[in-house]
């Protein structure tokens, strides 16, 4: 499985750019964004949509990626990860029909 950090090394090796490039491009030192490629620390979401916009890459999933890889950070030592996450759902879902409803 892919992470958010192996699919930002994977986009700069493709385009065979130096991390000082993209740094200046971006607008991110070039230490965070080796960081984030080595998946020790996480890009902000507006690093993401930069470093999205800049390789090509799809914002949505950027996004999802840094969103699950949140999520199963938190919850990879806990017990009923499959239940949490579907009461979870239900209740995003609820927040949403209560916003919906206003």
Same mark, same amino acid.
């Given at each position: 499985?892919? @992470? $958010?950090?192996?699919? $930002?090394?994977?986009?700069?090796?493709?385009?065979? #750019?130096? #991390?000082? &490039?993209?740094?200046?491009?971006?607008?991110?030192?070039?230490? #965070? %964004?080796? &960081?984030?490629? /080595?998946?020790?620390? /996480?890009? @902000?979401?507006?690093?993401?949509?930069?470093?999205?916009?800049?390789?090509? $890459? =799809?914002?949505?999933?950027?996004? %999802? =990626?840094?969103? =699950?890889? /949140? %999520?199963?950070? &938190?919850?990879?030592? @806990?017990? =009923?990860?499959?239940?949490?996450?579907?009461?979870?759902?239900? /209740?995003?879902?609820?927040? &949403?029909?209560?916003?919906?409803?206003?």
């Amino acid at each position: 499985m892919k @992470t $958010l950090g192996d699919t $930002l090394k994977c986009a700069r090796d493709e385009k065979e #750019l130096i #991390l000082r &490039k993209v740094a200046a491009q971006v607008n991110i030192d070039q230490s #965070l %964004i080796s &960081k984030f490629e /080595k998946n020790e620390r /996480k890009p @902000t979401m507006e690093q993401i949509v930069r470093l999205a916009n800049f390789y090509g $890459l =799809s914002e949505n999933e950027l996004i %999802i =990626s840094w969103y =699950s890889e /949140k %999520i199963a950070d &938190k919850l990879k030592y @806990t017990e =009923s990860t499959s239940e949490i996450l579907k009461v979870a759902e239900e /209740k995003i879902n609820y927040y &949403k029909a209560q916003e919906n409803g206003r």
